[in-house]
């Protein structure tokens, strides 16, 4: 049995930082009401390394909430949102995770968090042999700056 | 699953400008009458859409994406048309697909939040299905293990003074496109 490597990154700053090959940027939630059951989380997301590397969907924690789920809106002429169940991204490639298309769906808070707060979340990647996990805090604000 | 269907809509209704975001329509689609409630429990019916001009969106509160992403855009929209033009008294109407779900009370916590000047409406399910298909929108519950969410269509409408159907749009449009397409339909047609 091929033993994993586990890289855990821990960032003490509100801002995002790189975990090996990952490099997480711009991460943010969209503030909502208190009420609320569901929240997004958007970012950017760089694979760095040379191989194609998966994200382990599953895994994902976001601190506070229940569940974290990968969902993709689409403007077909009808607004649909579909689950992603399966993600790579191609080496020296990134993933841009933005309003009106892949969003993490985060379910069913604790307490819905307040704007200027942060939610933190473990985002999980693997290829053949790695298992990589990066730690990011995304600030909870209105909308995209 | 349960799925409300399109009836009837404007689809034979002449074109008129040809826009870069959307449609006009040279006949507008005469509104039919109806009554909901808005988020502070008052009666809101096609009178209130006379006399104003009014920018109509669908969507449901447990929307965590492309209904906040809108809403954020249509405010950013109603500033600058309330800005280049003054005298159109330009409104946002929003309509919940999910009067489940979205009471009154939980329209005006939300729209409080996002965007207080919006109206939210919302109301009997039939009465909503009834103005859907007027507006040859459709909308579909997808049930999933921990509850439901809607596909819907993605049209934003924009409503001239007179409680008709003038134009209507794609929400995936830039706000600047959207802005310059919708002073063009309101020049047009004051």
Known sequence: MKKSLVMLCLLLSMTDRASGNIIIENSWVRAAPPETKVMAAYMTIENHSLKAIEMDIKKIISKGFTKTELHKSSHNGMITMEKIETLSIKPNESLLLEPGGLHFMLINPETVPLKNTAVEMLIFFKNENETEVVRIEAEVRSQKL | ?190
């Open chain 2, 1 to 190: 699953m349960i799925l409300f269907v399109i009836q009837k809509g404007p689809n034979l209704i002449e074109k008129e400008a040809i826009l870069e975001t959307g449609k006009a329509f040279k006949k507008p689609l005469e509104i039919i009458d109806f009554e909901l409630k808005d988020q502070n429990d008052q009666l809101y019916t096609k009178n209130n859409l006379k006399n104003k001009w009014t920018i109509l969106f669908f969507g449901y509160t447990n929307c965590p994406d492309v209904c906040p992403t809108t809403i954020f855009k249509l405010g950013q929209i109603k500033q600058h048309i309330n800005r280049e033009l003054p005298n159109i008294n330009l409104q946002i109407l929003f309509i919940t697909l999910d009067p489940e779900r979205d009471y009154t009370e939980r329209l005006k916590e939300y729209l409080g939040f996002f965007d207080s000047s919006i109206t939210g409406l919302t109301g009997d399910i039939n009465k909503i299905v009834e103005l859907t298909s007027n507006l040859s929108v459709f909308f579909q519950r997808i049930n999933k293990e921990d509850g439901y969410d809607f596909s819907h269509t993605a049209s934003i409408f924009l409503i001239n003074p007179r409680a008709q159907l003038k134009a209507s749009f794609s929400p995936a449009s830039s706000i600047d496109m959207l802005n310059e397409d919708i002073k063009k339909v309101v020049k047009k047609t004051n």
